[in-house]
């Protein structure tokens, strides 16, 4: 044991540091010919200690002190090298030697000298296998994960929250036992939170999204605790985590985006240029978008909460109310402590960081909108960020998310107008939606943007659509505005919806002249849906002779037929339109009789 200790402390830890330097520094500079230069010399370094400390083991003394010390030095240079082959991308070397480092803890795993040795090296076998898509792989990398959150809840429990970590075995003792101690239930808190950080990854991949929401949200609130934590990216993993909730509780994801911007604050902000403050300014951009998303839920589940109140529906009991009981004390946990949770089932009450977050909560409610001025104050808030977050997504060199904050005014529009009364305010509204879209419809290049400019087309023609119906809602309540003027716009608003409705139809032909037979699979209920309009927008426009209101019926007859015949074609796509589908079999037999009746009475 005299020589071990000599050789380490006379050699062996100098030599290991320096692998150190090489890994984690040194390699940051390696030319871009040789990338992993610094990483193969610390790898020689490594294995060079390793082979040495063969000469001292005593391989028939499994329970010698020296020999378990000995052991653990070796088991931790070889996790060293593990990570370094993965660092390398030599995945499969390195799951073999993580492998090794494994079965050379699983005896002695609950020992305090290698218990965190065990843990780290479950994470990173976690990691290997999560870099490999599958849904086996998943199942492994949970396996063990879970081992690893399992042995850390057992020791802490039954024997204390300061094991050795594992990188002491491979340097020399530096500070006094008090700090040794602190550091080390740090890092025994750390190697697990970075459990849980991996566990909500691998939750994400297996779409077990409600898992993966408590466990990052767990491991955010640890790394607040621990104080170890980048602001920018805690902040955006906070406000990420918020786009979960949106559809379960509006009041926890508004709680996330409230962390996220409280934390963000702590993030250095003074770089005049260079990528760390174009990364400050996408990341707080990213954020302001998730704002966004918030307050365009919340005018939508309004809309649904007033609907159903109408409705007369119990509200509290339906599932899907993302505005929940308003009670945060439903669960009587007492005062435990954060590890006796089972997080998979943790309550709404432990979901709250410990922050103070009124300033931020206060600017934007989680209570149903009831009213116009409570539905117009949301509005100017999403406005606000929307308008924030073009600062850093500019149309030249963001074309994809400025469309996307471009669509995003569309729809808060779009939910804004549920509240207002007013048809010709509603009107109004629809039509600052309608120049917006063009604007960008005008600009885009059609070949690059091809998906994203149909799905600006097609919302014009709804909107158009919408705002012919309103006129004609108001002629209709009150008949004696009709005017030629008032025709007029009616029919000039149903013609730009069908020219924009066969804009987006041309667009799927092609390079060819006509439809194709059968629709892209995510086409074929836009595509017939868009057939449905064009054949009842025909049969609204208002004309003067019995010859042109002939023409319009034989074509609104048509467009369902189209509908008609495409879906004896093709019967597997008529469950995706069965309502649009049974009008258009209805009217297809309707319009030929109604059309012979009107030229009988007309003569023609």
Same mark, same amino acid.
């Given at each position: 044991?005299?020589?071990?200790?000599?050789?380490?402390?006379?050699?062996?830890?100098?030599?290991?540091?320096?692998?150190?330097?090489?890994?984690?520094?040194?390699?940051?500079?390696?030319?871009?010919?040789?990338?992993?230069?610094?990483?193969?010399?610390?790898?020689?370094?490594?294995?060079?200690?390793?082979?040495?400390?063969?000469?001292?083991?005593?391989?028939?003394?499994?329970?010698?002190?020296?020999?378990?010390?000995?052991?653990?030095?070796?088991?931790?240079?070889?996790?060293?090298?593990?990570?370094?082959?993965?660092?390398?991308?030599?995945?499969?070397?390195?799951?073999?030697?993580?492998?090794?480092?494994?079965?050379?803890?699983?005896?002695?795993?609950?020992?305090?000298?290698?218990?965190?040795?065990?843990?780290?090296?479950?994470?990173?076998?976690?990691?290997?296998?999560?870099?490999?898509?599958?849904?086996?792989?998943?199942?492994?990398?949970?396996?063990?994960?879970?081992?690893?959150?399992?042995?850390?809840?057992?020791?802490?429990?039954?024997?204390?929250?300061?094991?050795?970590?594992?990188?002491?075995?491979?340097?020399?003792?530096?500070?006094?036992?008090?700090?040794?101690?602190?550091?080390?239930?740090?890092?025994?808190?750390?190697?697990?939170?970075?459990?849980?950080?991996?566990?909500?990854?691998?939750?994400?991949?297996?779409?077990?999204?409600?898992?993966?929401?408590?466990?990052?949200?767990?491991?955010?609130?640890?790394?607040?605790?621990?104080?170890?934590?980048?602001?920018?990216?805690?902040?955006?993993?906070?406000?990420?985590?918020?786009?979960?909730?949106?559809?379960?509780?509006?009041?926890?994801?508004?709680?996330?985006?409230?962390?996220?911007?409280?934390?963000?604050?702590?993030?250095?902000?003074?770089?005049?240029?260079?990528?760390?403050?174009?990364?400050?300014?996408?990341?707080?951009?990213?954020?302001?978008?998730?704002?966004?998303?918030?307050?365009?839920?919340?005018?939508?589940?309004?809309?649904?909460?007033?609907?159903?109140?109408?409705?007369?529906?119990?509200?509290?009991?339906?599932?899907?109310? %993302?505005?929940?009981?308003?009670?945060?004390?439903?669960?009587?946990?007492?005062?435990?402590?954060?590890?006796?949770?089972?997080?998979?089932?943790?309550?709404?009450?432990?979901?709250?960081?410990?922050?103070?977050?009124?300033?931020?909560?206060?600017?934007?409610?989680?209570?149903?909108?009831?009213?116009?001025?409570?539905?117009?104050?949301?509005?100017?808030?999403?406005?606000?960020?929307?308008?924030?977050?073009?600062?850093?997504?500019?149309?030249?060199?963001?074309?994809?998310?400025?469309?996307?904050?471009?669509?995003?005014?569309?729809?808060?529009?779009?939910?804004?107008?549920?509240?207002?009364?007013?048809?010709?305010?509603?009107?109004?509204?629809?039509?600052?939606?309608?120049?917006?879209?063009?604007?960008?419809?005008?600009?885009?290049?059609?070949?690059?943007?091809?998906?994203?400019?149909?799905?600006?087309?097609?919302?014009?023609?709804?909107?158009?659509?919408?705002?012919?119906?309103?006129?004609?809602?108001?002629?209709?309540?009150?008949?004696?505005?009709?005017?030629?003027?008032?025709?007029?716009?009616?029919?000039?608003?149903?013609?730009?919806?069908?020219?924009?409705?066969?804009?987006? #139809?041309?667009?799927?032909?092609?390079?060819?002249?006509?439809?194709?037979?059968?629709?892209?699979?995510?086409?074929?209920?836009?595509?017939? %849906?868009?057939?449905?309009?064009?054949?009842?927008?025909?049969?609204?426009?208002?004309?003067?002779?019995?010859?042109?209101?002939?023409?319009?019926?034989?074509?609104?007859?048509?467009?369902?037929?189209?509908? %008609?015949?495409?879906?004896?074609?093709?019967?597997?796509?008529?469950?995706?339109?069965?309502?649009?589908?049974?009008?258009?079999?209805?009217?297809?037999?309707? #319009?030929?009789?109604?059309?012979?009746?009107?030229?009988?009475?007309?003569?023609?």
């Amino acid at each position: 044991m005299e020589a071990f200790d000599n050789y380490m402390k006379e050699k062996g830890y100098k030599i290991l540091a320096n692998a150190k330097k090489l890994n984690d520094e040194d390699s940051k500079n390696d030319p871009e010919e040789e990338p992993y230069r610094s990483k193969y010399a610390a790898r020689e370094l490594y294995q060079n200690v390793k082979n040495d400390l063969n000469v001292f083991m005593n391989e028939d003394a499994d329970d010698d002190d020296s020999t378990t010390e000995i052991r653990n030095v070796r088991t931790a240079i070889s996790l060293r090298l593990a990570i370094n082959f993965e660092e390398t991308e030599e995945s499969s070397t390195c799951e073999e030697l993580l492998q090794k480092c494994l079965k050379e803890t699983e005896k002695k795993k609950m020992k305090n000298e290698t218990v965190n040795l065990y843990q780290t090296v479950l994470n990173q076998l976690a990691i290997v296998c999560s870099s490999r898509r599958g849904a086996d792989e998943a199942v492994k990398t949970m396996k063990y994960l879970q081992e690893a959150e399992s042995i850390y809840k057992t020791f802490k429990q039954q024997e204390g929250d300061s094991p050795v970590a594992w990188s002491e075995w491979l340097e020399e003792k530096t500070c006094e036992d008090d700090e040794l101690l602190r550091n080390r239930v740090a890092n025994f808190e750390n190697t697990y939170t970075l459990t849980l950080y991996y566990a909500a990854q691998v939750y994400t991949q297996m779409n077990e999204r409600s898992k993966a929401a408590r466990y990052c949200h767990v491991t955010l609130q640890r790394q607040l605790n621990s104080m170890k934590y980048d602001p920018v990216d805690w902040a955006l993993n906070a406000a990420s985590l918020s786009q979960y909730y949106l559809s379960e509780n509006l009041s926890l994801a508004r709680h996330c985006l409230a962390a996220a911007s409280s934390i963000f604050k702590e993030a250095p902000n003074d770089s005049d240029c260079g990528n760390d403050k174009d990364i400050y300014l996408q990341r707080k951009a990213d954020i302001e978008r998730c704002w966004i998303k918030y307050g365009l839920q919340l005018l939508e589940s309004s809309k649904f909460y007033l609907t159903e109140e109408l409705e007369n529906l119990d509200l509290e009991s339906r599932s899907g109310n %993302v505005f929940g009981s308003g009670n945060d004390e439903e669960a009587n946990d007492g005062d435990k402590n954060e590890d006796d949770f089972d997080i998979e089932n943790i309550s709404e009450k432990h979901l709250r960081f410990n922050l103070e977050l009124t300033l931020y909560e206060e600017k934007i409610t989680d209570k149903p909108l009831l009213v116009f001025d409570d539905a117009r104050k949301v509005f100017l808030v999403i406005q606000e960020w929307i308008q924030s977050a073009k600062e850093y997504y500019k149309m030249d060199g963001h074309c994809s998310d400025y469309i996307q904050l471009v669509q995003d005014h569309s729809t808060a529009y779009k939910h804004l107008l549920f509240f207002e009364m007013d048809i010709d305010r509603q009107c109004k509204m629809h039509k600052k939606r309608i120049d917006m879209l063009l604007d960008i419809i005008n600009v885009i290049n059609p070949q690059h943007y091809l998906l994203v400019r149909r799905q600006l087309i097609y919302e014009v023609a709804e909107t158009y659509s919408c705002m012919a119906d309103l006129k004609l809602t108001k002629l209709e309540s009150d008949p004696g505005s009709r005017s030629v003027h008032v025709v007029n716009k009616i029919n000039q608003l149903t013609l730009h919806s069908i020219e924009q409705f066969q804009s987006y #139809l041309d667009s799927l032909k092609g390079e060819k002249p006509e439809l194709p037979d059968k629709f892209g699979e995510n086409d074929v209920r836009p595509a017939l %849906v868009a057939k449905f309009y064009i054949g009842r927008l025909y049969s609204k426009l208002m004309l003067p002779t019995v010859e042109e209101r002939l023409a319009n019926m034989m074509k609104s007859l048509n467009n369902y037929k189209f509908v %008609v015949d495409y879906c004896k074609r093709n019967e597997c796509d008529k469950d995706k339109v069965p309502s649009e589908y049974d009008i258009c079999v209805e009217m297809v037999e309707l #319009l030929p009789l109604k059309m012979a009746k009107i030229r009988s009475v007309s003569g023609l």
